[in-house]
Nanobody, 126 residues
Framework: QVQLVESGGGLVQAGGSLRLSCAAS????????MGWFRQAPGKEREFVGA????????DYTDSVKGRFTISRDNAKNTVYLQMNSLKPEDTAVYYC???????????????????WGQGTQVTVSS
């Protein structure tokens, strides 16, 4: 089992920046992908980006490419989501997630993520 705890959300003006953190504990060695998802009111949860926990590499949804960056600190068992040039449409609850590798699906599939954090609210004002 892996426990995930997000932090760093808040209220920011459009064009501003925030950095979210996701601290992992437990059987982190079993984790393949660490992903970030978000869910706005009345909308489905959507993929934001992901990294491979042990070997790196990243994937981002088109709407955040060039603005968001995922990084990881394996020594601290922490993954970060640096969000720059924030827009009001980025407002959502942001979740980090992880899980063992599931063959046949890529990092954008929910099937890759058995463990989820509690979420942190990000609000971008115009």
């Amino acid at each position: 089992q892996v426990q995930l705890v997000e932090s760093g959300g808040g209220l920011v003006q459009a064009g501003g920046s925030l950095r979210l953190s996701c601290a992992a504990s437990g059987r982190t060695f079993s984790t393949y992908y660490m992903g970030w998802f978000r869910q706005a009111p009345g909308k489905e949860r959507e993929f934001v980006g992901a990294t491979r926990w042990s070997i790196g590499g990243t994937d981002y949804t088109d709407s955040v490419k060039g603005r968001f960056t995922i990084s990881r600190d394996n020594a601290k068992n922490t993954v970060y989501l640096q969000m720059n040039s924030l827009k009001p449409e980025d407002t959502a609850v942001y979740y980090c997630a992880g899980g063992p590798f599931v063959a046949g699906d890529g990092p954008r599939s929910l099937r890759q993520y058995a463990y989820w954090g509690q979420g942190t609210q990000v609000t971008v004002s115009s």
